[in-house]
């Protein structure tokens, strides 16, 4: 099993707490973000990983991703390519066909990645998202018919599920991804208008790195959690 990760993001919103480092490889409790990604991936059972990443940073990449179990091959965009277009300029490096996860740089999650694919090839469509559900990020107050305040929820989870940037996508999917732009307005529509797009729900950890609160945020997890370690997938303490 291959897997993309898309890598190109820059980190713009992170400022200072980025340290210089495109996002993908932003530290987190003394490890590059896409070292967790990566070590998930090979407890999964991934044996090579394709990095997506700007120009002039895939030596970077395979310099910090080597070591975890995978063969980690880095992909430099000529361009921006957008989204889309990266996963599809990444997937010309492939040597297998049939399914592959594809994730986005910044996300860092639990999802049961073998319970994903099982689920996707059960519903036998062209590519799987995982859905996570939507929080507030205000606190509501609920009110009575008369406006009476009758109470107050801190974040409270909305009736709605957002993608959460993991995918699984087949060879009709991959097919179908622009050359330059997001897949997300333009692939995925198509594929579920055409009823070959499926959901997986994952209601466990998702955090999406984008500012410095998102980065305290995995900081704290991940540093209560040592077990999670990418070193612990090289064989060191």
Not at 17 to 25: E, M, T
Request: proline residues 6%.
């Amino acid at each position: 099993m291959e897997a993309i990760i898309l890598a190109g993001g820059l980190a713009t919103r992170l400022g200072d707490a980025a340290r210089g480092n495109p996002k993908a490889l932003v530290p987190i409790a003394g490890h590059p973000l896409a070292e967790y990604q990566v070590s998930q991936l090979v407890r999964a059972g991934v044996e090579r990983v394709i990095v997506s990443c700007s120009a002039g940073q895939a030596a970077l990449f395979e310099a910090k991703l080597s070591g975890l179990g995978a063969e980690i091959i880095a992909v430099a965009e000529p361009e921006p390519l957008g989204r889309g277009g990266g996963l599809r300029f990444a997937a010309e490096q492939r040597e297998e066909s049939g399914p592959l996860y594809a994730f986005n740089g910044d996300e860092l999650h639990d999802v049961d990645l073998r319970a994903f694919l099982e689920a996707h090839e059960e519903h036998g469509g062209a590519a799987t998202i995982v859905v996570a559900p939507l929080r507030s990020q205000f606190g509501v107050v609920e009110l009575a018919d008369d406006d009476r305040v009758t109470g107050f929820r801190e974040a409270p989870r909305l009736p709605h599920w957002v993608n959460a940037g993991i995918y699984v996508l087949d060879e009709e999917a991959l097919a179908r991804l622009p050359e330059r732009g997001d897949h997300e307005v333009s692939t995925f529509p198509d594929l579920a208008a055409e009823e070959k797009l499926f959901g997986f729900r994952h209601e466990g950890l998702w955090i999406t790195v984008n500012t410095p609160k998102d980065l305290q945020r995995a900081e704290e997890y991940y540093a209560s959690h040592p077990e999670l370690r990418p070193t612990l997938a090289r064989g060191r303490s």
